[in-house]
């Protein structure tokens, strides 16, 4: 896949939170206040997601150019810290193509969460408002919700575009957070 001149992203507000997520890159979604946060917030970790791709051989766009192809209002699951709702491109039929990278990707989020579990103590430093769970439960959650998704899809509740973005988004994210609390 050559490597995009832009970003493209996609907006999901909610009434507290926004989602800005890349939406070729699965697991590359950033949530803050407004959205010119959770663009920053997304280019802030464009290294940390880089590194992600680089594990199947995917270069992410270098620029900070960023195309906005859609919005969507969020719900409450939004304002919780999770991207909720599909959007209209999401909805349509990939191509072979598409879906390969897609799922070229989302197993990238996977084996960088695995090998994060693996090298990370099971007990986590306390996030900052004093929670938050060890690493082996984090790792069940993430394993326990992948069936969920999975569920959703198959059954056609959710696009495999969406499923994609959800999956890697909740990977990258948990992955990301035994990082900083390692």
């Known amino acids: 896949m050559p490597t995009p001149r832009e970003l ?3 907006i999901e507000v909610g009434q507290k939170k926004v989602f800005a997520s890349a939406i070729h890159y699965p697991g590359w979604a950033r ?8 663009l920053e917030q ?4 464009r290294n940390r997601y880089a590194a992600i791709a ?6 992410i766009p270098s620029t900070n150019k960023i195309t906005i192809v859609e919005r969507v209002t969020g719900n409450a699951t939004t304002d919780f810290g999770a991207p909720a709702i599909p959007t209209q491109g999401e909805s349509k039929v990939l191509s072979h193509a598409q879906q390969s990278t897609l799922d070229l990707l989302v197993g990238a989020c ?7 579990v693996a090298g990370a103590p099971e007990t986590l430093r306390k996030g900052p408002r004093g929670g938050g769970r060890e690493t082996s439960k984090i790792a069940t959650h993430v394993a326990d919700v992948a069936k969920v998704y ?4 198959a059954k056609g509740e959710w ?5 994609a973005r ?14 900083d609390r390692s």
């Open 8 to 10: 493209k992203v996609v």
């Open 31 to 38: 949530s803050a206040k407004t959205e010119t946060l959770a």
């Open 42 to 45: 997304l280019l802030a970790y």
């Open 54 to 59: 680089s594990l199947v051989d995917v270069q």
């Open 110 to 116: 996977q084996l960088a969460f695995d090998r994060v």
């Open 150 to 153: 999975e569920h959703k899809c």
């Open 159 to 163: 696009s495999p575009a969406y499923t």
């Open 166 to 179: 959800r999956f890697g988004w909740h990977l990258a994210d948990h992955l990301w957070e035994i990082e």
